[in-house]
């Protein structure tokens, strides 16, 4: 067991703090012991990263009410709302450890104590401590995401119109686009607009998740559920408790894990790996797709009564295509930013390289005209940014091929060139199209490359 977490040990018994100081050391990177609790605000000033107090109820001989302990767990807690504290008691009773745990104690350990046990106790209350401070931290950096940009288009309009009724509410909303339309992006603003704003949005990509870890992630774990799972762990359902949790492709989501998120969304409680008692959560979701879930639906590889508990909204985002006025003002904010990024001087566009951007159909959306704008800022050598700086494939005429053939032949011949221009690197090409690997190669498989 190695050791973590910084813990400090409040008792003033002489015999049983020099046992503790000799087997704690072992499983905590420091222990520091004190005799008395008038210490406990000096020690929290000059320990700000400590983890786990294990705190003496009585410190006066005669005195078994336990009501010493409680004052200094409220102390603490005033102090440090975040750090755990594990109440140490020879006279344990039921109304004492109701009242510890109404205070904020995390656990509660009997004397004489069981070694196992103790260390335990504590580690889990280090671990608790430390899931704390991650999410505390989160908060504080979740003011840094990026603005929506609405555009004045009419179809963005009346979405924003949408998401400005539906964003104070608790529904659930589906949102549908393409890769590179910015799902997450409104996912992000819809919590910011909700009442939930002061609490986190967790976004998980379900793409990303093997099957083997799906329940480990979303819904937590004990400590030795499985071979790594050294320490507990808190999932993305709990983390979001109380704010936004953000599924991005759910399309992907086998089927035979969909009934387990069900489960968790129908019962409002998550089970971590390991253990058998249900945590309530309380989540908002919103969860994105670029797929036709209907149709999975028909197809059988989309439950129904899921498809109907995640979307009592949907929101289409159009792709970039579809709001080509946005194109020319999108392409400016992204100069702009990769201007001040890299210290270029090519702060405009030539006409020629707007004419360029307009003409081409943008088959990764926004996302890819971030990418382009960013390469030509660097590759660019001039006061303008001119048409050999937009590393882009530009059709014959916009939108269609001399065939007149759809956009997915287009787009399948658009992947074909660049993979051969790559030398069948897959990384490269889709750094070319301005797409994610991912997604190239969801493509590839798409048209049998």
Known sequence: MLPKGKLLI?????????????????????????????????????????????????????VNTGNEGLFWLKEIKKRRADLSVVLFTAYPEIELA??????????????PWDNTK???????????????RKIKN??????????????????????????????????????????????????MEIHKHSARNDELMVAVDMNALTESLFESELFGHS?????????????????????TLFLDEMGNLPLHLQSKLLTALQSRTIVRVGENTPRPIDIRMICATNADLEQLVKNGTFREDLFYRIN??????????????????????????????????????????LEKLNRYHWPGNIR????????????????KIMPEDLWIIQPATP??????????????????????????NISEAAIQLGISRQTLYNKIKKYML
């Open 312 to 353: 009592t909204m949907v929101l289409r985002l159009p792709p970039l295509r579809e709001r080509k006025e946005d194109i020319e003002p999108l392409a400016r904010l992204f100069l702009e930013k990769y201007v001040k990024k890299y210290s270029r001087n090519c702060d405009t566009f030539s006409t020629s390289a």
């Open 368 to 383: 890819e005209l971030q990418h382009t704008i960013e390469k030509a800022v660097i590759m660019c050598d001039n006061e």
């Open 10 to 62: 409040v008792e003033d018994n002489k015999a049983i703090r020099t046992s503790l100081e000799l087997l704690l050391p072992s499983y905590f990177e420091e222990v520091i012991a004190i005799a008395t609790p008038n210490r406990i605000p000096e020690m929290l000033q000059n320990h700000p990263d400590l983890d786990v107090v294990l705190l003496d109820m009585n410190f006066h001989a005669g």
């Open 98 to 111: 109701v009242a510890a745990m109404k205070e904020g104690a995390v656990d509660f350990i009997e004397k």
């Open 118 to 132: 103790l260390i335990i106790t504590l580690q889990n209350a280090a671990t608790l401590t430390q899931n704390n």
């Open 223 to 243: 400590k030795g559920a499985f071979t790594d799972a050294k320490t507990e762990r808190a999932g993305k359902f709990e983390m979001a408790s109380g704010g």
């Open 399 to 424: 939108f269609k091929t001399e065939n007149n053939a759809t956009i997915e032949i287009m787009e399948k011949k658009m992947i074909t060139t660049a993979l051969t221009a790559c030398e069948g």
């Open 138 to 187: 989160l908060k504080a950096l979740k003011q840094d995401t990026p603005a929506m940009f609405w555009g004045n288009g009419a179809t963005m309009t009346q979405l924003r119109r949408i998401v400005n009724k539906v964003a104070p509410t608790d529904a659930n909303i589906l949102i549908l686009g393409e890769n590179g339309t910015g799902k997450e992006l409104l996912a």
